[in-house]
């Protein structure tokens, strides 16, 4: 068994780096006191970060973009030094990173207990992030190495698009790490339903994080709804909903769940249906039409 925390996280006005670093430690040693070995943040948790600026810069969307990349050293620091420390695996959601061609695309950085950082780029982009806040989609689909076996991450809108997840999953992909930041119920079950579609057709793990509570200083991320989860294949030894556990809505809290991989395998040989294995058949029964 390998046991996951997913967030349920608040954005906070912060104020100083000092009480950025507290929350987080705060955060992590909760979920690694409860044996977790895996943490998952939610998007764009970072935001908070833009309080530690003066107004003139946290309310305006392009200037806090500019003004947060003096912290991205810190904060991929913070999160390495918390991963070695209670040698665990850290999603910490999502940043916003400026790249050499000045565009901004959104990183979501994975870091191992052992030291190593690697990331996810949001690859397809809302209409906000488009066309007020300026954010870039990003271009490769990766998966990630780890003890447990090899997993992806899909980015909040990216949940909803399944080629992504199907080239993660066709690539060994197990576990699906979904990172989300959404400001209405509807945004959050569209994510959601993404989600449970993305674990039923790939029978595989799909984990969500949700940012929640308000923050009327920020434009950027000034309502938050959701509630953190993981859904399952919907089969023998799961649950018949496909919901194996899911968070209070709106509350802040960790979402606790062990994930058994072998299942995983086990239902994509055994299961009553297999979506797995005849994800390819529509493709040639199109092509028969």
């Avoid at 998007?43 to 810069?57: G, Q, R, T, V």
């Avoid at 999603?91 to 996810?120: C, I, K, M, W």
């Avoid at 989609?137 to 780890?146: A, L, S, V, W, Y």
């Avoid at 909803?160 to 989300?180: H, K, M, W």
């Amino acid at each position: 068994m390998t046991k996951i925390a997913c967030a349920q996280y608040d954005i906070g006005f912060l104020e100083t780096w000092d009480n950025f670093e507290d929350k987080t430690r705060r955060w992590v040693a909760e979920a690694a006191g409860q044996q977790a070995e895996i943490l998952l943040f939610p998007e764009y948790a970072c935001m908070e970060l833009a309080s530690l600026f003066s107004k003139d810069i946290y309310s305006s969307l392009s200037a806090q973009l500019d003004a947060l990349q003096i912290l991205l050293p810190p904060y991929l620091e913070l999160f390495r030094r918390l991963a070695r420390e209670h040698q665990i695996y850290i999603q910490a959601g999502t940043f916003p990173v400026r790249h050499a061609s000045g565009e901004y695309r959104n990183h979501a950085y994975l870091f191992h207990p052992a030291g190593q950082v690697d990331y996810q780029e949001k690859l397809t982009m809302t209409r906000f992030e488009n066309e007020q806040w300026g954010i870039a989609r990003g271009h490769d689909i990766k998966i990630f190495d780890t003890a447990f076996g090899k997993i992806a991450i899909n980015i909040c809108y990216d949940s909803e698009f399944p080629l992504y997840a199907r080239q993660q999953v066709a690539a060994g992909a197990n576990l699906i790490l979904a990172t989300s930041c959404t400001d209405t119920q509807a945004g959050y079950y569209r994510v959601r339903i993404g989600c449970q579609a993305r674990a039923l057709e790939n029978q595989c793990y799909v984990a969500q994080a949700s940012l929640v509570g308000d923050a009327p200083w920020s434009e950027a991320v000034d309502v938050n709804r959701g509630a953190a989860a993981v859904y399952t294949p919907v089969d023998r030894g799961f649950p018949d909903n496909g919901i194996l556990t899911i968070g209070e809505y709106n509350q802040v809290q960790w979402v606790y769940a062990d994930l058994d991989f072998a299942k995983i395998e086990k239902v994509r040989h055994e299961g009553q249906v297999f979506n797995y294995k005849d994800w390819d058949k529509q493709y040639d029964a199109l092509l028969q039409a």
